[in-house]
Each structure stands twice: as structure tokens, then as C-alpha cells.
């Protein structure tokens, strides 16, 4: 049981090599899958995913590079799970994530770091929702 968040495996991962040694460590640290699919994401989707961002300076580096290849989109379920995958993945800036994080593992720079992971549990739902329909969760 727990609650549930939402994360990304950025296309990173795949020209890599390390997308198995991610959800490995996400398993491990104990969030249960209960969805989860490798997909690409067009220019408009990456861009509606986020729109938050929409604006902002990296804005459109952003869209561009998370539409550039496959991602693996996974919803998460665990005891407060949204701070504690955050507090696993590490700081959004690789250069400040603490060891042993995935991003202070993986991630390449600020854009390329490796995973998203959500903001908040209304946003989890959201994101959730963006990429899953019901029958396509366990
Ligand atoms: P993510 O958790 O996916 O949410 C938004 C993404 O924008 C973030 O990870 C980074 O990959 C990217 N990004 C690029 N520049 C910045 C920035 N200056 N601040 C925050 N996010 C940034």
C-alpha cells in the first residue's frame, strides 16, 4: 500500500545502456511498479507534459530532448512515495544530487539527469494520468 508517484526514464538511459541499472534501483529501494511502458513522445505531448515549464529558458531544449528517443514511463507506489523518490533520485541539478543518488549516478547534465520524478501528490496524479488508463495499471 502507500501512495503513488510518477517517473520518467529520460532517452538518456537508452543511448546508454543504463536504463536497466535505474529501474533495478528503483525496485530495490523498495517503490512497487503498478504501471509502466517504454514509449516516445511527440514534440506536442513532451511540450503539453510540460507545460508548466512553458516560458522558462530551457523550455524548448527541453521539449526537443525529451521527444528525441524512448522514455519509460512508470507509476510508483510506496509510503510517501513522491518525497521519498525525490529524495532517492536526487537534486534536479546532477551537481548538487547527494551520492548515491540515481542522479548523481546517471545524469549527464541539468537537462539530461537521467529520470523525472513528480513535484507533489496532485501532480503525481496528473502525470499518472497522462501516460496510463486504468487497464493498463496493476
Ligand atoms: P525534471 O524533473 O524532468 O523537470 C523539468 C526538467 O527541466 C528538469 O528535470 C531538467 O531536466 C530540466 N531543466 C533544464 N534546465 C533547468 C533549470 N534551470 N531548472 C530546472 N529544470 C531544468
New binding site residues.
Partial sequence: AGNQTFTMIKPTAFKKNYAGAILKMITEAGFQVKAMKLTRLTTEQAGAF?AV?KGKP?YQS?VDFMSSGPIVAIILEKENAVQDFRNFIGA?NPENAAEGTVRKLYATS????AV??SDSDENAIIEADFFFSKQERF
Fill in positions: 510540460y515549464h530551457f527541453l534536479t541539468l537537462q539530461e539527469n523525472h520524478g
